[in-house]
């Protein structure tokens, strides 16, 4: 009797001291406010079908820092500069890694690629590696001329393009970031450009890409119901396998069609699969293409579709297209191309460039965040293991920070403007398009120059007319929504030639 008496004791003392030490641990903050969730699926319907449009309008209602149960996965959303500062500067470091998600285990090689690598050593290496041999001020000059040759191809090409039909801009801007990339990259060209029109397959590369930013913009239910993730029940899973099976072929005759003697990102690669650097560094295969995977689709439509943007707005907005156009003419002359040089000589088109950024970030929820431990953010509780979502396209367009946010406006950004200091390089919040901290866009460099570099070139050396006489403010400006934000319907235009004839005749 009295053994058992002792073995009742102790486990009601043990379901004490378990209670006492769960009262006393408990958060003592609360979550952040949110949405009521629905049993099992949370607040996924709250995603609808443009989740940066859905997430701006709820962050309306429940503020700028709030808290979505999605399945079983606990997320938070950033909705203003203050807010995105504290996770992304303040808190930093404790996000750092980006959540566990279908597109990196079925499209990005299992995690082996850099945009979704674990936040630790292989993730360093490969962030060297692309720094040190693509991104940096050095290896920027040394490839300059490599640029401006695509860009003056691109400017041949449109300028000898049939006059009676309209062009597909985004598809021609494509081809050249996509072969100015390549040559950096691979050591040369990927697309041919015949006159005016394209490579077949680079329509076929820039559907891969685009497919590849929708199916990662979805937001799966597998991801946040792992229960469910055997059923696929969006089709999601099945269409990345075989995406990433295409991408795989295009990769893998890269490699096999690769030239070892030239010098290039690759070549690098290659020789870190033989060898170890002195570091000890040593790179599988599966590591290299999913690298090239990570600059050939986070490299190319991001720039080429916000440059195809600005050109829209400058087509919406004739008064600030002439004054794009007098700047250019003034600087450069009509006797030549622009060239990278130019470009710290132009402020105005710097301001149009910032602000097709702020209205146009082409990764309008940034790359989602995981809290590796939890945190205090404004007073709320962060749980460990919760995604963070940096609503960057809200950020840019809130009323508490901008004068008639929906404007285009680009003199914002110049002496005497709301926003005269205010970059785009990851250090102003309130307009983050690469993100911010230690997992901002690695590519911010080339990105920017590449959209600078095209805009400008497109705006001295074409006047624009819109395809069957399409009166400019009636361009249709709405967003298609993937992982990027493409225009749902793509810029179909004439080229009219401005500058001296021979301009046009420089090809590489
Ligand atoms: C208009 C141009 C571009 C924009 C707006 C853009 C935007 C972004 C954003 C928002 C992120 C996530 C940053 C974060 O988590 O805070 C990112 C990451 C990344 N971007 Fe870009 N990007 C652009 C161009 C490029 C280019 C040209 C490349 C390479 C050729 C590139 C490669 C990457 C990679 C590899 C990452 C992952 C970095 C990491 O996880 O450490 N991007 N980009």
């Not at 950033?78 to 566990?100: C, Y």
């Not at 081809?175 to 397959?201: K, Q, S």
């Not at 403010?473 to 992982?483: C, I, P, R, S, V």
Request: proline content about 6%.
């Amino acid at each position: 009797m009295s053994t058992l008496l002792v073995a009742f004791a102790t486990v009601a003392a043990t379901i004490l001291v378990y209670r006492l030490i769960k009262f006393i641990t408990r958060p003592s903050l609360t979550l952040p406010p949110g949405p009521n969730p629905w049993p099992i699926i949370g607040n996924l319907p709250h995603m609808g079908s443009v989740p940066h449009h859905s997430l701006a309008t709820l962050a309306r209602v429940h503020g700028p820092l709030m808290h979505l149960r999605l399945g079983s996965v606990d997320a938070v959303v950033a909705s203003s500069a203050s807010v995105a500062e504290q996770f992304l500067k303040i808190h930093d470091s404790n996000f750092s890694s980006r959540p566990p998600n279908a597109g990196a285990k079925y499209i990005a090689y299992n995690y082996q690629d850099l945009v979704f690598a674990p936040y630790g050593p292989r993730w360093r290496l490969l962030r060297k590696l692309t720094s040190v041999h693509l991104f940096s001020g050095k290896a920027m000059d040394e490839f300059r001329h490599l640029r401006q040759e695509e860009v003056a191809r691109l400017t041949s090409n449109l300028a000898s393009s049939d006059e009676t039909k309209a062009v597909k801009l985004g598809q021609l801007l494509n081809v050249c970031t996509t072969n100015a990339l390549a040559r950096v990259m691979i050591g040369r060209r990927v697309f041919n450009d015949g006159n005016g029109g394209c490579d077949p397959r680079a329509d076929e590369f820039k559907a891969m890409v685009v497919e590849l930013m929708v199916l990662a913009g979805v937001f799966n239910i597998g991801d946040f119901v792992p229960s469910l993730e055997w059923l696929d029940l969006q089709g999601v899973q099945a269409k990345m396998k075989k995406l990433h099976k295409r991408f795989d072929a295009f990769l893998s005759s890269i490699i096999e069609e690769h030239d070892s003697s030239s010098k290039n990102l690759l070549s690098i690669l290659l020789s870190l699969k033989d060898e170890k650097d002195d570091d000890g560094n040593h790179l599988t295969n599966t590591e290299i293409k999913a690298l090239l995977l990570n600059m050939f689709t986070a490299g190319t439509d991001t720039s080429s579709s916000t440059t195809e943007w600005a050109i829209a707005e400058l087509i919406q907005n004739p008064r600030i297209l002439t004054e794009v156009q007098q700047e250019l003419d003034t600087v450069v002359g009509r006797d030549r191309i622009v060239k990278e040089e130019d470009l710290t000589h132009l402020p105005y088109l710097q301001a149009v460039i910032k602000e097709t950024f702020r209205l146009h970030p082409s990764t309008p929820l940034s790359l989602p965040r995981v809290a590796s431990e939890s945190c205090e953010i404004f007073g709320y509780h962060i749980p460990k293991g919760a995604t963070l979502l940096v609503n960057v396209w809200a950020i840019a367009r809130d009323p508490n920070e901008w004068a008639d946010p929906l404007e285009f406006k680009p003199e914002r950004f110049l002496p005497g403007g709301e926003k005269a200091e205010v970059d785009v390089r990851g250090n102003d919040f309130e307009v983050i398009p690469f993100g911010a901290g230690r997992r901002i866009c690695v590519g911010l460099n080339l990105g920017l120059r590449m959209v600078q570099l095209l805009t400008a070139t497109l705006a001295h050396s074409f006047d624009w007319e819109l395809e069957d006489d399409l009166n400019p403010k009636k361009l249709n400006m709405d967003e298609a929504y993937g992982l990027t934000l493409q225009r749902a319907v793509p810029l179909s235009m004439h080229p009219k030639p401005r500058l001296a004839p021979h301009v046009y005749s420089i090809t590489s």
